[in-house]
Structures are given as C-alpha cells and as structure tokens.
C-alpha cells in the first residue's frame, strides 16, 4: 500500500512560480512511475506531467511544456512538480498519482494510487 500526500498549492501570481511536492509511503515507490494531474471546477481531470520510475523519461501536457518541470528524488521517496510562468487557466486542483507499472500515461485510470490533492490558485 502507497499513501501520497501533496504539499506546495497556494496562491500564485501570473508569472510566478510554485513547486508541489508528493511524498510517499513505502519503500516500493521508487519503483513507479509517478504523474500529476489536474482539475478545475467543472471540468474533467487532465493529464500535467509525468516521470518514469527512474526519473529519465518525461512527458507533459502541451499547455505546460515548457514552463512545469517533473522532477523526483527516490532517496527521499518524493515527486516534485515546479511550475514556472504560471497562468490564470493553471488553477485547478493538482494530484499526483503512481502507476506500479513504472511506465506512466495520459489516463487516470492507469494509475494505482492517488493523493488528496492540493489546490493552486492563479491571480491575474
């Protein structure tokens, strides 16, 4: 059993920069692929960005490329989501998510565990 916990919304500014944080329960976590996620109000839970297990392969969404970076320590059992250039259209609620397949996707459901999310808030 994993259990993640985000760490690191708030409010923002546009241009600004936040870092969220997902640290993990288990030895077993290095061994995921990790993704974070987002959702606003009203609308369905998108894809942001993704790491593999061993932290040399990523993927981002078109409307963060760029401007996130994915990055993770398996020492410190944590995934890290910095975010750059921010923008009103960022908020949301952001999760992460662990694939035990170690591989990482698009899709919601090809992940195994999930945190509770922490909320990010862009003023313009």
């Known amino acids: 059993q994993v259990q993640l916990v985000e760490s690191g919304g708030g409010l923002g500014q546009a241009g600004g920069s936040l870092r969220l944080s997902c640290a993990a329960s288990?030895?077993?976590?290095?061994?995921?692929?990790v993704a974070w996620f987002r959702q606003a109000p009203g609308e369905e839970r998108e894809f942001v960005a993704a790491?593999?297990?061993?932290?040399?392969?990523?993927g981002y969404a078109d409307s963060v490329k760029g401007r996130f970076a994915i990055s993770r320590d398996n020492a410190k059992n944590t995934v890290y989501l910095q975010m750059n250039s921010l923008k009103p259209e960022d908020t949301a609620v952001y999760y992460c998510?662990?694939?035990?397949?170690?591989?990482?996707?698009?899709?919601?459901?090809?992940?195994?565990?999930w945190g509770q999310g922490t909320q990010v808030t862009v003023s313009s």
């Open positions: 998510a662990a694939d035990v397949a170690g591989y990482g996707s698009i899709r919601p459901s090809n992940y195994d565990y």
């Open positions: 288990g030895r077993t976590f290095r061994n995921y692929a």
């Open positions: 790491i593999n297990w061993s932290g040399d392969s990523t």
